[in-house]
């Protein structure tokens, strides 16, 4: 099996920065994209940003240009640096890895992480 492990999250004030960080381990072979989704209260969980096994980042119109993800192969860990925050950032934030075995795509979650962001 795979377990990640969220850390990072806290409350912070409009315009400030978090990062974090989700630790992967287990059955850690063949993990492909890393990724953070959010869900707010009251509202759908939502895609923020991936991160594929060669690098290549795409975020959701909503975070680009203030969010940052990054990976750590050597260290199993996906990163999301979070810069001007906004109260509309607020939200659990979720770690999502998937993992290829022959030509089956499965989904990993971590349990998620609060994000407050208010004055």
């Known amino acids: 099996q795979v377990r990640l492990v969220e850390s990072g999250g806290g409350l912070v004030q409009p315009g400030g920065s978090l990062r974090l960080s989700c630790v992967v381990s287990?059955?850690?072979?063949?993990?492909?994209?890393m990724g953070w989704h959010r869900q707010a209260t009251g509202k759908q969980r939502e895609w923020v940003a991936t991160?594929?096994?060669?690098?290549?980042?795409n975020y959701a119109d909503s975070v680009k240009g203030r969010f940052t993800i990054s990976r750590d192969n050597a260290k199993n860990t996906v990163y999301l640096q979070m810069n001007s925050l906004k109260p509309e950032d607020t939200a659990v934030y979720y770690c999502?890895?998937?993992?290829?075995?022959?030509?089956?795509?499965?989904?990993?979650w971590g349990q998620g992480t609060q994000v407050t962001v208010s004055p």
């Open positions: 991160i594929t096994s060669g690098g290549s980042t």
């Open positions: 999502k890895v998937n993992r290829i075995v022959i030509t089956t795509t499965y989904d990993y």
């Open positions: 287990g059955s850690i072979r063949s993990i492909n994209d």
